[in-house]
């Protein structure tokens, strides 16, 4: 079928941009294949916002990626909801889903007309084009638990992502936003020149293990997945107990065992960067693939804005 323009993400990405900012939020899948920051949220939240993710059968150079012979653009709406638990603490949950027209315009608008423009690179060659409604939808359980004397910066958990692109049950573990003085005062270190730094630099590490099943969009799919994520946090934390920071910067590096397949069966690696800005209410993040030629999973990008936040706001002022 043929679709018409995603017109109506482009005014939702309009709205966004002139609402007062929004916190944080889980990426809907596909995104955390496609290299995106895949932390699980600590603190309640309710999200809406716009995903994009782009697959490109060609590099710039006209080589292919894999069997799968067509581009694919996934424009999504998105909504997730994290809930902390007063009865029972350290556990959180989330339900995230996203759902829209999958057509190639809008990203493709994105990759050859904005950024190889600006940077002088070819375009990438489009042939077939996948043109659907798709949608994933993830759940995910989270036990949040003291870490080198931290509360809350380590967790655990498991779910399960699902929908026309595939079907995946995972388990992860990681830390979230640890400062470096705890740990060396943890280990019986002296923290002294550490203070200072952690007041305005975090980390974040976590490894996941996913099964994967095939769904109605791709046949060719890796059996499982092995995802490490590792990603720096800039900020000025020093009152972060009273109030979140006004603002954060975050960069993270990610490495994916492959969600698609070469010609033998096995996973095609990837590697990734994002880049994540928070402001009171709105996130903006993107995502691209280092050294992997602009083929594959080759970039993506979402702007979330938290709906408990803009509630409270608009409920002081009445």
Known sequence: MSLTPPYSWLALLVILLVLPPAGFAETPAPSLHWGALSFPDRDRAL????????????????NRYNGIQETAGFNFASLTWTERWSRLPGWTTNLTIGAGPTDDKFT???????????????PVPVSAVREKIDFMING???????LFGSADRGFIGAGAATGTLYHEPYINVGIRRLPLSDVAKSLGGSSRGLEDFSHFARFSFMGRYGRIFRSSAYDQLARQS???????SIADYRN????????ELEIGLAIDSGLFVDP???????????VAIRIPYLKWETWNDIGGGDFGPTFGARLMIDLLQVYDRFKKRT
């Open 108 to 122: 493709r608008f994105l990759q050859n007309d904005v950024i190889h423009k600006v940077l002088g690179l070819d």
């Open 140 to 146: 995910s359980v989270t036990r949040w638990f003291t």
């Open 226 to 232: 092995y995802f490490g994520q590792a990603s720096i």
């Open 240 to 247: 972060e107990q009273a109030a979140p920071p006004r603002w």
């Open 47 to 62: 999200d809406l916002g716009l995903t994009v993710n782009r697959f490109t059968e060609f590099n710039r150079y006209g």
């Open 264 to 274: 033998s069966g096995n996973g095609i690696e990837g590697r990734f960067i994002a």
